[in-house]
């Protein structure tokens, strides 16, 4: 059998190390194969270069038997090349008929376009896919599932050529569990009809429950090829990350005794309802709950990002609500859920990126000293071990999960008394999750007061002392000591108490 794809000897340099080496690998049609590795691994060059976006030093590739012209996107378009990425490339204010259009464009109808007949085909495509919802809707209006549904849809379209691979670039990196499984389904329905898919994830639960193989890249290199069957989830991570991880348990007693820093009472916004509870000095309290429990806008209320009932105090003090800049001057950070929308600037230096939150440390009258924040800068990104550690590298050079470390540095480096942390590892690979939980543990360490909210169950066995659990908007339940068990907490948010689960 030709294979679907066939990528022989890959490597790419951007002015310095081989971000991609002599990678070699290949894919049947119908296969299933998981591309893990951390961010930086490679990954993403190597979808880029197949894409046309970069063109590499050495090597080729080959679909259906084909040769891939490389470094031209209209011939892996013509030889079946399909690609969803990350952020889905939607335009939310236009419906999922025009979003299907957007770069093949409409068929002409004598000057005009038959909309009932693109609806239809839209209807259709996603019928296909096991979906069914208004095709008029504004695609900003759709849930995170039909968004990807809607994305691969438009990926596989009919065209000149029918598609051959499917690359799927973390497509669940923002869906909750349920709908998560349902493109588990899709991408399933898609390898039977003999398209092969490419499906990059940091979930090895995924990698397990929907692929055939893996291959793993690690410092651009390909690692192993291999059959999921038989493989275990710590002999995987140890292949991603070349290391075993380090197993930390907390003393969930410890941080109680100290201070309370945090104090919430009565907390309201759109969804929570009286939500109250205090945060010690030391501490990490997670949040988890379903989507639509509230836990989604528990940290932007906080901060001020949204607008809020009740009362939010630091050591005592009132921060007032709508105030961003107020809670930050009272010691409060926070890191978004939304790194590229809300936190990160993509197109700045990381030392920008760093220093943006209260510039005026390294300024002495209208002078800045920029040897003094240099030293700074490189400071921190040594003790985050960002990579590369150059502070006037842009930040849209950088991995994900280096990113997520620049956006936690440009907190810890003015040492808050309160931190607070959205989906603090969403999107980063295996090895820059413990890098950041290190970095956490540390800063609680030093006495202040985390709060951690996360879908992430076994992210929050691991950070926290304790989970409060939230159901309806309203505090539910609460998770600690030996009690701390991700199943647990996993039951909690969807109505399993805890004397239940005794």
């Known amino acids: 059998m030709t294979p679907a794809l066939t990528v022989t000897n890959m490597s790419k340099s951007f002015a310095g190390p081989r971000v991609l080496d002599s990678v070699t690998l290949s894919i049947e049609p119908g296969e299933i194969r998981a591309l893990v590795g951390e961010n930086g691994s490679g990954k993403s060059t190597l979808i880029k270069i197949l894409a046309g976006f970069h063109v ?46 957007l770069g093949a464009g409409y068929p002409s109808f004598r ?47 009919p065209r000149h050529t029918s598609a051959k691979v499917l690359i799927l670039d973390e497509p669940t990196a923002n869906l909750p569990a349920a709908e998560a499984q349902r493109l588990y389904k899709l991408a399933r329905r898609v390898a039977d009809s003999g398209i092969a898919v490419v499906f990059v994830s940091h979930h090895f639960d995924e990698v397990f429950e929907l692929a055939k193989s893996v291959t793993v890249l690690r410092d651009g290199k390909h690692v192993t090829t291999r059959p999921v069957a038989g493989l275990t989830e710590d002999e995987l991570i140890e292949l991603v990350i070349g290391r075993k991880l380090e197993v930390v348990e907390h003393d969930a007693k410890a941080a109680e005794r100290k201070a309370v820093v945090l104090e ?9 309802n009286d939500v109250t509870f205090a945060v010690h000095a030391g501490e990490i309290v997670g949040v988890a709950g ?91 990104l040594e003790r985050l071990d960002v990579r ?50 290190k970095l956490v543990d540390e800063a609680a360490a030093q006495g202040t007061a985390v709060l951690v909210a996360s879908t992430d169950h076994e992210e ?20 600690s000591g030996g009690r701390m068990d991700h199943d647990l907490i996993t039951a909690a948010t969807i109505g399993r108490d805890q004397a239940d689960a005794t």
Not at 69 to 81: I, Q, R
Not at 264 to 272: A, E, N, R
């Open 290 to 380: 379903i989507t639509g429990s509230g836990r989604d806008e528990v940290a932007a209320a906080l901060f001020g990002g949204r607008d809020r009932a009740g009362e939010a105090k630091i050591n005592g003090k009132v921060v007032p609500k709508n105030r961003p800049d107020r809670a930050m001057a009272m010691g409060m950070g926070l890191v978004p859920a939304e790194r590229h929308a809300n936190a990160a600037f993509m197109t700045s230096t990381l030392r920008e990126n760093i220093t943006v939150v209260r510039p005026g440390i390294h300024w002495r009258g209208l002078i800045l000293r920029k040897g003094a924040e240099r030293s700074d800068v490189a400071n921190w």
């Open 56 to 101: 590499p030093d050495d090597g080729s590739a080959e679909i259906d038997g084909q040769p891939l012209h490389l470094g031209d996107g209209t011939s892996s378009e013509a030889l079946g090349l399909r690609f969803v990425h990350q952020d889905l490339g939607l335009v939310d204010n236009l419906d999922a008929v025009d979003n299907m259009a």
């Open 264 to 272: 919430i009472t009565g907390l309201g916004s759109d969804v929570l």
């Open 388 to 437: 590369p550690r150059k502070s006037e590298f842009l930040m849209s050079d950088l991995s994900g999960g280096n990113q997520q470390k620049v956006v936690l540095a440009r907190w810890l480096r003015l040492e808050p008394k309160v931190l607070v942390l959205d989906e603090p590892t969403q999107g980063v690979d295996v090895g820059a999750k413990s890098d950041i939980h």
């Open 111 to 157: 000057g005009g376009i038959r909309w009932r007949q693109e609806r239809k085909r839209a209807r259709a495509a996603l019928t296909e896919l096991g979906y069914d919802f208004d095709v008029r809707r504004p695609v900003g209006t759709l849930a995170m599932s039909e968004r990807t549904a809607l994305a691969i849809a438009r990926a596989m379209a």
């Open 460 to 479: 929050l066995v691991r950070l926290c002392h304790r989970v409060l659990i939230l159901r309806r908007g309203r505090i539910a339940d609460e998770v």
